[in-house]
């Protein structure tokens, strides 16, 4: 198993954990660039760090900003691993241990649900921006808030009807648009 392969598996299961949101490898102005990261209703975060050797898992120790751990991102925070490469008593603090086994992620240790802090909370919201930033740049000479009307463009083309498998922005499941609810 790759590195690659685990960060796409941890994609996917932060899909089906309900997150709406979910970011792969993507950097933040803290340093940190976290494998696979999703967002669930009330700003959640779940960040799933993968490691693929011992020696990646030890050295990810030395990190910033896990020896400082009010500066990491993610209100509940995961190691994905091949099975047994990591012990649960050597997890951080708060920590969940999830482990890829017979082509499924299986949750050892359930992680915390409040590590994130304020300034965990804003480099987020720097990985999000940062992320934005990136798709506007893809997308020019548009803006991203013409890129998101343009269901409504599509709508003016086909006289006033969206195009077969496609739904009106207001009928979109969108968790993100709903009354918070807590975790």
């Not at 480099?123 to 798709?135: D, G, I």
């Not at 269901?151 to 207001?170: D, I, Q, S, V």
């Amino acid at each position: 198993m790759t590195h690659a392969q685990l960060v796409e598996r941890a994609v996917r299961w932060l899909r089906a954990y309900r997150c709406g949101v979910v970011l792969s490898e993507q950097a933040c102005v803290s340093g940190e660039m976290p494998d696979a990261i999703g967002w669930k209703r009330a700003n959640h975060s779940v960040l799933v760090e993968c490691k693929v050797t011992r020696a990646d898992f030890l050295a990810d120790r030395a990190k910033p900003f896990r020896q400082k751990p009010e500066q990491g991102v993610g209100s509940e925070r995961f190691y994905l691993t091949p099975p047994s490469l990591v012990k649960v008593e050597e997890l951080p603090a708060g920590w969940g241990l999830l482990e890829y086994q017979r082509g499924r992620i299986e949750r050892v240790q359930a992680s915390a649900k409040n590590l994130r802090t304020a300034t965990g909370f804003r480099y987020e919201m720097n990985l999000l921006l940062a992320s934005l930033r990136r798709v506007e740049v893809r997308i020019e000479p548009q803006s991203i808030t013409d890129f998101l009307k343009w269901k409504n463009r599509m709508a003016e083309y086909n006289r006033g009807t969206l195009p077969e498998g496609l739904e009106a922005a207001e009928e979109e499941l969108n968790v993100f648009l709903e009354p918070e609810v807590p975790c």
